[in-house]
């Protein structure tokens, strides 16, 4: 299944710009803007029930009974927590929560919420719970939060959703100095960041969208950034005038997550 957007273009904005030396991230940015996450789209404007109905359909019901009923009980949790929010999407509500600052400690608050309100919540059942709201493309974190986020499942769980095709192309895709398997798998997940940040398939990714994960990247995933732009670049995704590789941009200090 592949959830498409239309790839409305932003410009970046100028103080995450000023992170990287010689402003020349500034000047790609402006040549190849991000496309926007958007607020509202068809999915995000469902209803409660409409987004369980979808949540209790392949690919997102897969697997084991009781993993599949741990996500379920996650995201009726978040949905009813979110709708305390102003919003008129899913996506504006969340953008409103304070879940959306940082993905560090976000359950706190919905967890403190369900315990006030008479139930049990547990943190890996939101996570579990918001992953599947994030994959179904109700609700898009913004680019710096899934770079701080650890989950170990985020690139499985794309794929599947998003763009199984997509992802197995690239993943058999060959390259001058073909990386190993490895770091393959550690671009892909940079990939899978901005499908669930953006909406849409890997052949919308635009090279400005690489960029700005590129902005908030840690120093450890910095490589594994470049690398999925190598990626797309080797098969002609990007326009001709477009950086042939990222090598060259260098954060200074150390970065957002």
């Given amino acids: 299944m592949t959830t498409t957007t ?5 410009s970046p904005p100028a ?18 803007p991000p496309r926007s996450p958007g607020t509202d789209w068809a999915i995000t404007r469902s209803s409660r029930d409409e987004v369980l109905h979808r949540l209790e359909q392949p690919p997102f019901k897969n697997g084991k009974d009781s993993t599949h009923s741990m996500r379920m009980v996650g995201a009726r949790l978040l949905l009813r927590w979110l709708e305390t929010f102003e919003g008129e999407t899913w996506q504006q509500r969340w ?33 579990s719970g918001l992953l599947a709201l994030v994959c179904a493309d109700v ?22 959703a998003r ?57 450890n995933s910095t490589s594994h950034t470049r690398l999925a732009y190598a990626l797309l670049q080797s098969r002609g995704q990007f326009p001709p005038d477009a950086p042939k590789t990222l090598r060259s941009i260098e954060k200074r200090g150390g970065g957002g997550v």
């Fill in 95 to 127: 953008n409103t929560s304070p879940g959306s600052a940082t993905a560090v400690d976000w359950t706190e608050a919905p967890l403190a919420w369900g315990i006030a309100h008479g139930r049990k919540p547990q943190k890996a059942g939101l996570g």
């Fill in 15 to 32: 103080r995450a710009a000023r992170s990287l030396a010689g402003g020349e991230i500034d000047a790609y940015l402006q040549r190849f």
């Fill in 6 to 10: 239309a790839p409305l273009l932003v």
């Fill in 163 to 219: 763009d199984p095709r997509g992802f197995a192309a690239l993943r058999n895709a060959r390259m001058p100095g073909q990386p190993d398997q490895r770091r393959t798998s550690k671009a892909l997940k940079a990939l899978a960041r901005i499908l669930a940040a953006k909406g849409g398939a890997i052949d919308e990714i635009v090279a400005g969208d690489v960029l700005e994960l590129l902005l908030v990247a840690t120093p």
């Fill in 139 to 160: 609700i898009r974190p913004s680019m710096a939060w899934l770079a701080s986020s650890l989950s170990p499942h985020l690139r499985e769980a794309i794929e599947a």
